[in-house]
């Protein structure tokens, strides 16, 4: 017998990841998500991929924009992370309550406090089930100064943090 959807979830909820927020400009609006399918894939050229669901509103934006910014979550944004994967929020003014600046090449938002951002530019989109594996070249980027910055976890379902002794 074939595994249930929920079994699913549970065996891949096993395995930790880091917390993003997704971001591009469409038509001067601004779009954000929530992603924690997010990965380096390849050093020459510099390329990382997002997965993102092909019924969402930030499915469309991404197709049309070609440029979005990543943000790696610190562990002091969970309520950053909780509201860029709210379903349903406003498009209009969504970055409003979240401290951000742009990138210097195109104008993503980047999220103020991430521990990186990088700038990426479309190269390929791939089917995958109800998502799409976008790749990106990363054309800019920032890394937050300071070794013992901490990143959002995703675990089990949950917000997660490092043992302080995993900082050493």
Same mark, same amino acid.
């Given at each position: 017998?074939?595994?249930?959807?929920?079994?699913?979830?549970?065996?891949?909820?096993?395995?930790?990841?880091?917390?993003?927020?997704?971001?591009?400009?469409?038509?001067?609006?601004?779009?954000?998500?929530?992603?924690?399918?997010?990965?380096?894939?390849?050093?020459?050229?510099?390329?990382?991929?997002?997965?993102?669901?092909?019924?969402?509103?930030?499915?469309?934006?991404?197709?049309?924009?070609?440029?979005? @910014?990543?943000?790696?979550?610190? &562990?002091?944004?969970? %309520?950053?992370?909780?509201?860029? $994967?709210?379903?349903?929020?406003? #498009? +209009? @003014?969504?970055?409003?309550?979240? &401290?951000?600046?742009? %990138?210097?090449?195109?104008?993503? $938002?980047?999220?103020?406090?991430? #521990? +990186?951002?990088?700038?990426?530019?479309?190269?390929?989109?791939?089917?995958?089930?109800?998502?799409?594996?976008?790749?990106?070249?990363?054309?800019?980027?920032?890394?937050?100064?300071?070794?013992?910055?901490?990143?959002?976890?995703?675990?089990?379902?949950?917000?997660?943090?490092?043992?302080?002794?995993?900082?050493?």
């Amino acid at each position: 017998m074939s595994p249930t959807p929920d079994e699913f979830r549970e065996a891949v909820s096993r395995f930790a990841t880091g917390i993003t927020v997704v971001t591009c400009v469409v038509d001067g609006h601004d779009h954000a998500m929530t992603a924690n399918a997010f990965a380096s894939v390849s050093i020459d050229p510099l390329l990382v991929m997002v997965c993102v669901e092909r019924d969402s509103r930030f499915h469309g934006a991404i197709s049309s924009s070609q440029t979005w @910014g990543v943000s790696v979550l610190a &562990a002091d944004a969970e %309520s950053t992370s909780r509201w860029f $994967a709210t379903k349903g929020r406003p #498009l +209009a @003014g969504q970055l409003q309550q979240t &401290a951000h600046h742009r %990138s210097k090449q195109s104008g993503v $938002a980047w999220i103020d406090g991430a #521990l +990186a951002t990088l700038e990426c530019h479309t190269t390929k989109m791939y089917p995958a089930g109800d998502h799409d594996i976008v790749i990106g070249e990363v054309a800019e980027l920032e890394v937050a100064p300071g070794p013992h910055s901490e990143p959002l976890l995703y675990f089990r379902r949950n917000y997660r943090l490092l043992c302080p002794q995993d900082l050493a």
